[in-house]
């Protein structure tokens, strides 16, 4: 940019007075430069952290006492924050030789990182907490390089609550949004999410819907021991998103569903992870995680079953996803363990009864979901076998298709006329809905 910027002015300055303003661009542009630079190199104290982590002729006492100098100097929460992104902390594995070393400088640095966002939370300068939350937001989206600044927010829970349930309302997303990835226990997280569920603000709403669903996402990476974890860290979650799917806000409660369908997988996952418990085993006897999941089930599935009739079609469709997932997971369940009881008992004929009407929904991906949801359930789709036949001739050819493929699973003793309907499908328009007749015929005649 220089040489140009200079180029262009250049022809105008032949007397004095255009020397001297040459020269003044000149210095200008230069130091435009050196600020440019400054803003996109870390400082000289940062460097040398970087270059201590990645030395090894030093001995553990002299690398700590290396890195403390050089902690010292750091001057600024910027330079501190900059320092803890360095990802040579950990080392692989963190089973680095220094680890010890490294981590007891490393809390340090966390700690006082923690202080001065504490400082500037509580203090009354909206400007700069403005400004902080706004930055801390922007870099704690990849949460690999952000660790150092997730640890020292993770004792700030309290403080971004009450930002979150505050006066300004993108403060308060900003806080929120920090809240799905701060690595803290679920009861302060509840409480902290409970008081940012402003009803004048469906902004913070669907904030905490977003950021339960983050801080969900981020809860399935990882191993089965991990995702066990997981698990039992979020269920005491899960009223809040059954809140949330009831909001009068639809964005809310198409958000709040999609959570909801995440907590499901996580389930799903999760027990699929699990080894098979013997029968006769009493629930006190079983995992952790099966209580668990069951628990998150039943607590989830009422709230599901009363979403199936949401007056978006949007909200209906994440709502058939979602007891989708239930299903399965209440099917793993079962496969695991052997005693317990349906978690799903209560809900389920309510919830068969909503499905018939879906198959009418006027807004086919409904019906379609609808169907999917059926063909899963096998028997117990038993109460819905005359909107399976209705749905034989929707309109639809996906829907056409996955009715024959439910009517079958049924078959012919609780569906007499099942053969015949189906046998009328073999002049269908659609070759798919041909060819799923075709097998769905030689499948009932074996």
């Known amino acids: 940019m220089q040489p140009l910027f200079i180029a262009l002015v250049a022809p105008k300055t032949r007397n004095r007075r255009g020397l001297f303003w040459t020269g003044a661009l ?3 542009a230069g130091g435009w430069c050196c600020l440019q630079a400054t803003a996109q190199n870390p400082s000289e104290p940062v460097e040398q952290i970087r270059f201590t982590l990645n030395g090894s002729d030093q001995s553990p006492a002299e690398r700590e006492k290396s890195l403390r100098v050089q902690a010292r100097r ?10 803890l992104e360095l990802a040579e902390w950990l080392g692989p594995d963190n089973t680095s030789p220094n680890a010890s070393t490294d981590g007891r400088v490393r809390a340090e640095l966390v700690d006082r990182l923690s202080q001065g966002y504490r400082d500037i939370l509580a203090g009354k300068d909206l400007v700069t907490r403005g400004q902080l939350l706004a930055t801390l937001a922007e870099r704690t989206r990849d949460q690999n390089t952000a660790r150092g600044v997730l640890d020292a927010c993770s004792s700030l829970v309290e ?27 679920p009861g302060s997280l509840l409480h902290a999410y409970e008081g940012a569920l402003l009803p004048n603000s469906p902004m913070r709403r669907l904030a905490v819907a977003q950021s339960l669903d983050e801080l969900i996402r981020h809860s399935t990476q990882g191993t089965r021991v991990k995702k066990s974890l997981a698990l039992e860290r979020v269920v005491p979650l899960t009223p809040l998103v059954v809140t949330l799917c009831g909001d009068e806000q639809v964005r809310v409660r198409r958000a709040a569903l999609d959570t909801a369908q995440r907590l499901s997988q996580l389930a799903l996952q999760t027990i699929r992870d699990e080894q098979i418990v013997p029968a006769g085993v009493p629930e006190s006897s079983r995992p952790e995680v099966h209580t668990a999941a069951r628990r998150l089930v039943m607590d989830l599935a009422a709230k599901i079953c009363v979403c199936l009739r949401d007056p978006d079609a949007e909200a209906r469709l994440r709502a058939q996803r979602c007891l989708d997932d239930l299903l399965h997971t209440r099917d793993a369940l079962r496969t695991r363990s052997t005693s317990g ?27 379609r979901a609808a169907l999917a ?9 038993a109460p819905c076998s005359a909107s399976l036949v209705e749905a034989l001739y929707d309109p639809d050819a996906f829907v056409r298709w996955g009715a024959i493929r439910a009517v079958t699973n049924l078959g012919p003793a609780i569906v007499p006329e099942g053969p015949a309907r189906i046998r009328l499908r073999l002049e269908d328009e659609d070759a798919d809905v041909r060819a799923a007749a075709e097998g769905a015929l030689r499948r009932l005649r074996d």
């Open 341 to 367: 009881g349906d978690p799903l008992a209560k809900v389920l004929p309510g919830c068969l009864i909503t499905l018939s009407e879906a198959l009418r929904d006027p807004e086919p991906k409904v019906r």
């Open 373 to 381: 949801v059926l063909e899963n359930l096998g028997a117990d789709a």
């Open 74 to 83: 750091l001057s600024t929460l910027q330079e501190v924050r900059l320092a």
């Open 26 to 28: 000149q210095l200008l």
């Open 159 to 185: 403080l971004l609550g009450l930002v979150a349930a505050g006066t300004d309302p993108d403060q308060g997303c900003h806080a929120i949004e920090l809240l799905g990835r701060v690595p803290a226990p």
